[in-house]
Nanobody, 123 residues
Framework: QVQLVESGGGLVQPGGSLRLSCSFS????????LGWHRQAPGNERDLVAG????????NYVSTIQGRFTISRDNAKNTVYLQMNSLKPEDTGVYYC????????????????WGQGTQVTVSS
């Protein structure tokens, strides 16, 4: 059984930075594509960034291109989301996912989810 635990959210001013972490427990970390979805108030949950199982492919939603960086540390069974130049529209609950498809983006069956961490960008 896979469990995901996010950390690193909080309140930050516009232009600031945060780093989200997602710790994976269970077997087969390197077999999973990993990433983050975001649910903003009043909106559906949707993809922010994803990284393939082998780490060779990364996907970003266009609104965060150049500001956010996703990475994975296979030695620590952890995926990170470095968020720079944060904007108020980045506010939401960020959910980590583990997708059993090597290039999965957390949209299919069998995906595991964390409990979410709140990010609020406000002055």
């Amino acid at each position: 059984q896979v469990q995901l635990v996010e950390s690193g959210g909080g309140l930050v001013q516009p232009g600031g930075s945060l780093r989200l972490s997602c710790s994976f427990s269970g077997r087969g970390f390197t077999n999973y594509a990993l990433g983050w979805h975001r649910q903003a108030p009043g909106n559906e949950r949707d993809l922010v960034a994803g990284i393939s199982a082998d780490g060779g492919s990364k996907n970003y939603v266009s609104t965060i291109q150049g500001r956010f960086t996703i990475s994975r540390d296979n030695a620590k069974n952890t995926v990170y989301l470095q968020m720079n130049s944060l904007k108020p529209e980045d506010t939401g609950v960020y959910y980590c996912y583990a997708d059993p498809r090597p290039g999965g983006l957390g949209r299919g069956g069998g995906t595991y989810w964390g409990q979410g961490t709140q990010v609020t960008v406000s002055s």
